[in-house]
């Protein structure tokens, strides 16, 4: 009994509906005329989709297929057809295109998670000064517009803060220029950027209750500068971003650079560089004669409180184990140094961001003028 089914010839994309008889090869005829005959031997199965048997000739044109959805029809030809499989080089193909893409997804993890951080280790030491300043300047612009761009500049805080970080510089022999300033957040963090940039927000500022604990956490993050682990961490996150974006078919590295400056205040450093940033920190306060224990304290303190995005917050960026808070404790010493601050600066220093400019830079030098100048100050007083 012929069964109808649909045959492309291999020459046109024309669908044709012709009827199927199997006598002593599979007959296809259209308009009660035989058009083709395939033998059984040389019948392969094609890919189709599911219900579907397609089927192709190794004799007939290439492209030609018959597409058969009866499925009495299809266990008719089926036990005919003792060679579909033989050669089935699409369906090999296909293998083959799932393991080599398999492998290729496996490869770009294994670069982006192995040979990447291998590759930064070893290429950041090598990267010149000039190259890391403006790769810090490119990242900076970012961070400044997520923080809104704001720096605290009050004359007297900016100078306590200044003396800060140059007294932690002398004193771990960082030659890297540095540049760095308080920003107005309330987000309790700080971070180091390539190029000698640091940042500490006012938000990790105001917890603070003495200035050797902004001074450890402002050592930990020279550390990170004088190990230039945060241009380690361009590189790395470049290169994976790059890789990630590849994996998903956007190389045109479009949001690299973003994606780049988020994750140098957003993810963590590796365990390695957070260690080297806290024996850096410790070898500091003690040459200053100051413990680190206060920057454990007051890190463990600015967590407890739980107030704060964690993703943005300092232990996010810095996660402080137990065993890293017990290590400070452990090296823990009786003050030996001078305070790192005065009295006055320390409060000069918690109030950088709300610190109004000197009047006195603004009066004019006739006495006549000056006169009106005060009595302008005292009305607007």
């Not at 398999?102 to 090598?126: E, K, N, Q, T, Y």
């Not at 107005?184 to 500022?205: E, R, T, W």
């Not at 790059?242 to 140098?264: C, E, H, K, N, P």
Request: aromatic share 6%; glycine share 8%.
């Amino acid at each position: 009994m012929p069964d109808t089914a649909i045959y492309l010839d291999g020459r046109s994309n024309r669908k044709r509906s012709v009827v199927l008889y199997l006598a002593q090869g599979l007959d296809i005829a259209e308009d009660e005329r035989t058009v083709e005959r395939w033998p059984y031997d040389q019948i392969r199965r094609a890919d189709g989709p599911p219900g579907m048997l397609r089927l192709r000739c190794a004799t007939a044109l290439p492209l030609a297929r018959l597409e058969v959805s009866d499925a009495a029809t299809q266990e008719a030809i089926l036990a005919r057809c003792t060679s579909l499989y033989v050669g089935h080089a699409s369906s090999t193909r296909t293998s083959r295109i799932v393991l080599w893409s398999l492998a290729a997804v496996c490869s770009i993890l294994a670069l982006a998670f192995f040979g990447i951080p291998f590759a930064a280790d070893r290429l950041a030491p090598m990267v010149p000064s000039a190259v890391e300043q403006r790769i810090g300047e490119a990242v900076d612009k970012q961070v400044r517009t997520i923080f809104g761009g704001k720096t605290c500049d009050g004359p007297d805080g900016h100078a306590a803060f200044a003396s800060l970080v140059d007294k932690l510089r002398r004193a771990g022999g960082v030659e890297t220029p540095l540049d760095a300033h308080v920003l107005k957040s309330d987000v309790p963090n700080a971070f180091a950027l390539p190029g000698g940039k640091i940042y500490l927000l006012d938000g990790l500022l105001q917890k603070a209750r003495s200035a050797d604990e902004v001074a450890g956490v402002l050592a930990h993050e020279l550390g990170h500068v004088h190990h230039r682990d945060s241009l380690r961490q361009v590189i790395q996150t470049g290169g994976t971003s790059f890789l990630i974006g590849l994996l998903f078919g956007d190389v045109t590295g479009g949001g690299a650079m973003v994606f780049v400056g988020r994750s140098l205040f957003d993810a963590s450093y590796s365990r390695d560089a957070e260690r080297g940033a806290d024996a850096f920190a410790i070898d500091v306060m003690h040459k200053l004669g100051r413990s680190p224990k206060p920057m454990g304290d007051f890190l463990f303190r600015v967590t407890d409180e739980g107030k704060y995005e964690k993703t943005l917050s300092i232990l996010s960026s810095h996660p402080l184990t137990e065993d890293r808070r017990n290590l400070m404790n452990r090296q823990d010493r009786t003050s030996s140094g001078p305070e790192l601050l005065s009295t006055a600066e320390w409060a000069a220093l918690k109030n950088v961001c709300n610190e109004r400019p000197r009047r006195a830079e603004l009066v004019p030098a006739s006495p006549d003028k000056r006169a009106k100048y005060d009595d302008a100050m005292r009305s607007d007083d």
